[in-house]
């Protein structure tokens, strides 16, 4: 499964919200679709998986959304944290796990 | 509190090997599946290799297999990826990542990766 996010870079305002777009070449099996964070220098981290269920510790203002082949990470109201690469993953199938390219949120 | 811990990264010459490590704390080690996944400098991710919990399941990506080899030891708990016939493509931050969680006995239940070590780095280069 090839993973395609959009846009490559999103330049916005804090307190703006945030729409990243993850398209998959074909169906995501029981929705294993993720979102991670990766800031500078840092690991990735665990915001979204199962499509739309939050990680432990993960702010309410991240959501996602989504099935099949389109998924969706809305962020309301950004925060300075907040501005970063995100990755799109999706995980299961054949148990082996693809990631798309990355979106950058950076400030406007 | 969990913890992902890499080492075994360093410079080594094409067509060379290195041994990857990941100790493991925190959690029931034996009863998730461990990933290495790993970053080219300014770029993205790529997963590279998966083990189950008891090592009967184990995956590579196309372009590691025949070089690369995944194991465990739950007895240590830690996860080992041996890297051989290196190459410049190969130069990236390597990620532990912890995957399937089988801990609830008779089912396992996928969240993709939840918890990942600050990653070990491996420069291919004469």
Redesign the interface.
């Known amino acids: 499964i090839v993973l395609t996010q959009s846009p490559g870079t999103l330049s916005l305002s804090p307190g703006e919200r945030a729409t990243l777009s993850c398209r998959a070449s074909q169906s995501v099996s029981s929705n294993y679709l993720a979102w991670y964070q990766q800031k500078p220098g840092q690991a990735p981290r665990l915001l979204i998986y199962g499509a739309s269920s939050r990680a432990t510790g993960i702010p309410d203002r991240f959501s996602g959304s989504g099935s099949g082949t389109d998924f969706t990470l809305t962020i309301n109201r950004l925060e300075p944290e907040d501005f970063a690469v995100y990755y799109c993953q999706q995980y299961g199938t054949s148990r082996t796990w693809t990631f798309g390219q990355g979106t950058k949120v950076e400030i406007k | 509190e969990v913890q992902l811990v890499e080492s075994g990264g360093g410079l080594v010459k094409p067509g060379g090997s290195l041994r990857l490590s990941c100790t493991a704390s925190g959690f029931a080690f034996s009863s998730y599946?461990i990933?290495w996944?790993r970053q080219a400098p300014g770029k993205?991710?790529?997963?590279v290799s998966?083990i189950?919990t008891i090592s009967n399941?184990i995956?590579y990506?196309d372009s590691v297999k025949g070089r690369f080899t995944i194991s465990r030891d739950n007895a240590r708990n830690s996860v080992y990826l041996q890297m051989d016939s290196l190459g410049a493509e190969d130069t990236a931050v390597y990620?532990c990542v912890r995957?399937?969680d089988c801990s609830a006995g008779s089912s396992c239940s996928?969240?993709?990766?939840?918890?990942?070590?600050?990653?070990t780095l491996v420069t291919v280069s004469s």
Do not use: K, M, T
Request: charged content about 20%; cysteine-free; aromatic content about 20%.
């Open positions: 599946s990933n996944v993205g991710l790529e997963w998966s189950s399941y995956y990506v990620y995957g399937r996928e969240r993709g990766g939840d918890h990942w070590g600050q990653g």
